[in-house]
């Protein structure tokens, strides 16, 4: 190697030492400006709100799906729920919405659609098993039996109720209306077709806008994400279940939540596969039974205290009334929140300082990302890099083969996974073939992920090793037989090597995108102790509503592809100038020039 590639090598290491280093020692006190608030915490009923004064005059729509009564507990028989795991309520939630469902900074799923489902679960004598997905699947996962429910807030539509059964109503929305200061947009009906309006994709707020209003909105995949969104300008306003706007606008922020509105189509419930009722009435029973033992309006008060909307009340028709607190007059009595007088004079530049560059919480961050984060991504990406190119070896090998029977299918393989984007590859692999094999992977589709992973990988490794393999001149195949060896030998001994050696840089580009694309595996659903890098970095950004852990997240995968990439560069460098030479003899060259002198 020589001297400047060296160098070059050693100012990558030290950068890659350096980096989470350097970004905690720019968490100094003096950098920081405020303790993020933990979204995922229960606010209290110190934080409670009356119903809205800024209340659009829409109505819910009648409610015909409420169950008059519910069965005893007693008469619930619970080796007969046809749960994936006996004994264990396995279920799919999400990390991004609090205070209903989220992560918290203990990294356990809680959240008070989260917890007032333990309390029930514990009625029926039941554990309870939090898996984290994508709102987007959700619904499609507990239809597909990947879990025996689903906990989000979820709107009890006529539309979602064609895929998945739902259970008596645990709480109501609202949909809220947010809009930078000094907007124009004074409520919902201000909204029209030239204004950029952004919604959650796939929740009900997205229906809403689009065939309520009539408005294409802007679709994003969180919440956060919207919000940051419209605080920078991006969107005009922002369509969200009033819990998330609340919780979202802070003291300070240059955003006003308008108007609210009744969500329009029924209740919030647990959604549960069409074709287990026995379920669905388990789990009405146990709400019914947490309602009338106060459990409800405890955890409704720590939770989400605000006060009911006329005329509605959770569980069955026969479950008697909750019990709450006034909050409308312990709302009252809260004194008004006074803003700084500089939140309005904050510029961009300060918008998107607060919002990525939060030093605190890169320190926050970096332990979780290291302990859990990069374990896994590394795994994952290792273990379909290495099954990708096992396989891809074989579709090269298969692809320029002189029998038709194994090139055509190779080819097929390879425009199939090639053309597919690699999130619906996953979705495939984990949602349908998982209730195959759910006997050897035991419902857990991380395994499943990564063979997906390598399926999608081998695609295209194949197409490296088949390019590097033809590259090679037809010369060396006919030494290769001149000499002996047979066509099989001769691609063995000759052939393969000398391709491989020659698409090592791309083989390694192939490896960096792995390590990028591991991410998309949170669609499958995992365990919060099997999270990767970007998921973990998306449990805090839920936390505290501040896009910086996601930042961090990216440091890190900084620091895994940089080194990647200039190794990709040394390698191309060394396949085209070979070893450099040294430049000066060693002692015992030099010895024979002096003694031939």
Same mark, same amino acid.
């Given at each position: 190697m020589t001297a400047p590639a060296a160098s070059r090598f050693r100012a990558v290491a030290v950068l890659v030492v350096l980096l989470p280093v350097l970004a905690l020692a720019a968490c100094s006190p003096g950098r920081n400006t405020s303790a993020p608030t933990d979204l995922c915490a229960p606010p209290g009923v110190d934080s409670a709100t009356a119903q809205p004064t800024n209340l659009d005059t829409a109505t819910a729509g009648?409610?015909?799906?409420?169950?008059?009564?519910?069965?005893?507990?007693?008469a619930i028989d619970t080796s007969r729920l046809n749960l994936i795991k006996p004994g264990t309520l396995t279920v799919g939630t999400l990390s991004d919405a609090p205070p209903s469902v989220c992560v918290n900074s203990q990294h356990v799923f809680t959240g008070f659609d989260n917890e007032l489902l333990r309390a029930v679960a514990a009625k029926l004598g039941l554990q309870v098993e939090f898996v984290g997905t994508d709102f987007a699947g959700l619904l499609a996962q507990v239809a597909g039996h990947r879990f025996d429910v689903g906990s989000s807030s979820i709107v009890t539509t006529d539309a979602r109720r064609q895929t998945v059964d739902f259970t008596n109503g645990y709480d109501f929305g609202y949909h809220a209306l947010v809009v930078p200061n000094g907007s124009p947009i004074e409520g919902f009906s201000d909204l029209n077709s030239s204004m950029r309006?952004?919604?959650?994709?796939?929740?009900?707020?997205?229906?809403?806008?689009?065939?309520?209003?009539?408005?294409?909105?802007?679709?994003?995949?969180?919440?956060?994400?919207?919000?940051?969104?419209?605080?920078?300008?991006?969107?005009?306003a922002w369509v969200a279940p009033s819990q998330q706007a609340e919780g979202a606008v802070v003291?300070?922020?240059?955003?006003?939540?308008?108007?609210?509105?009744?969500?329009?189509?029924?209740?919030?419930?647990?959604?549960?596969?069409?074709?287990?009722?026995?379920?669905?009435?388990?789990?009405?029973?146990?709400?019914?039974?947490?309602?009338?033992?106060?459990?409800?309006?405890?955890?409704?008060?720590?939770?989400?205290?605000?006060?009911?909307?006329?005329?509605?009340?959770?569980?069955?028709?026969?479950?008697?009334?909750?019990?709450?607190?006034?909050?409308?007059?312990?709302?009252?009595?809260?004194p008004a929140t006074t803003e700084p007088s500089t939140a309005q004079s904050k510029s961009t530049l300060q918008q998107l300082g607060e919002t990525f560059f939060n030093w605190e919480l890169y320190q926050r961050a970096f332990p979780d990302l290291l302990r859990t984060g990069l374990p896994n991504t590394l795994i994952l990406a290792l273990t379909s890099g290495i099954a990708g190119t096992v396989?891809?070896?074989?579709?090269?090998?298969?692809?320029?083969?002189?029998?038709?029977?194994?090139r055509w299918p190779a080819r097929v393989y390879t425009d199939i996974f090639r053309g597919l984007p690699a999130v619906v590859i996953i979705l495939i692999v984990g949602l349908?073939?998982?209730?195959?094999?759910?006997?050897?992977?035991?419902?857990?589709p991380y395994w499943l992920g990564a063979a997906a992973l390598s399926l999608l990988a081998a695609a295209y490794i194949g197409e490296i090793f088949r390019s590097g393999i033809q590259s090679v001149e037809p010369g060396q195949m006919e030494a290769a037989r001149a000499l002996g060896f047979s066509y099989r030998r001769s691609m063995a001994l000759v052939v393969?090597?000398?391709? +491989?050696? /020659?698409? $090592?840089? !791309?083989?390694?580009?192939?490896?960096?995108? @792995?390590?990028?694309?591991?991410?998309?595996?949170?669609?499958?659903?995992?365990?919060?102790?099997?999270?990767?890098?970007?998921? +973990?970095? /998306?449990? $805090?950004? !839920?936390?505290?509503?501040?896009?910086?852990? @996601?930042?961090?997240?990216?440091?890190f995968y900084?620091?895994?592809?940089?080194?990647?990439?200039?190794?990709?560069?040394?390698?191309?460098? /060394?396949?085209?100038?070979?070893?450099?030479?040294?430049?000066?003899?060693?002692?015992?060259?030099?010895?024979?020039?002096?003694?031939?002198?």
């Open positions: 009648e409610d015909t799906y409420t169950t008059p009564d519910t069965l005893p507990l007693s309006i952004g919604v959650v994709q796939g929740t009900v707020q997205d229906d809403y806008v689009t065939n309520t209003l009539g408005i294409v909105p802007v679709q994003f995949p969180d919440y956060n994400t919207a919000y940051a969104s419209l605080k920078t300008g991006q969107i005009d003291p300070g922020d240059p955003t006003t939540i308008v108007q609210n509105t009744f969500s329009l189509d029924n209740y919030m419930g647990w959604a549960v596969a069409k074709d287990d009722q026995p379920l669905v009435d388990a789990l009405n029973s146990g709400l019914d039974a947490v309602i009338a033992d106060g459990t409800w309006s405890q955890l409704y008060s720590e939770w989400v205290p605000r006060e009911l909307p006329t005329g509605w009340k959770p569980g069955s028709k026969a479950a008697p009334t909750p019990e709450l607190p006034d909050f409308a007059a312990l709302a009252a009595q809260r396989i891809g070896m074989f579709l090269a090998v298969a692809g320029i083969s002189r029998t038709r029977w194994l349908g073939v998982g209730p195959v094999v759910q006997g050897l992977t035991g419902n857990n393969v090597p000398q391709g +491989v050696r /020659r698409v $090592l840089p !791309a083989l390694v580009n192939q490896f960096i995108s @792995l390590i990028k694309d591991s991410s998309l595996i949170y669609f499958l659903g995992l365990l919060a102790t099997q999270r990767e890098l970007f998921a +973990v970095g /998306r449990d $805090l950004n !839920a936390q505290t509503g501040n896009l910086s852990p @996601l930042v961090a997240a990216g440091l900084l620091a895994l592809t940089i080194p990647l990439t200039h190794l990709v560069n040394y390698i191309d460098r /060394r396949l085209r100038h070979g070893r450099p030479d040294k430049g000066t003899l060693d002692e015992l060259d030099q010895a024979i020039v002096v003694e031939r002198g």
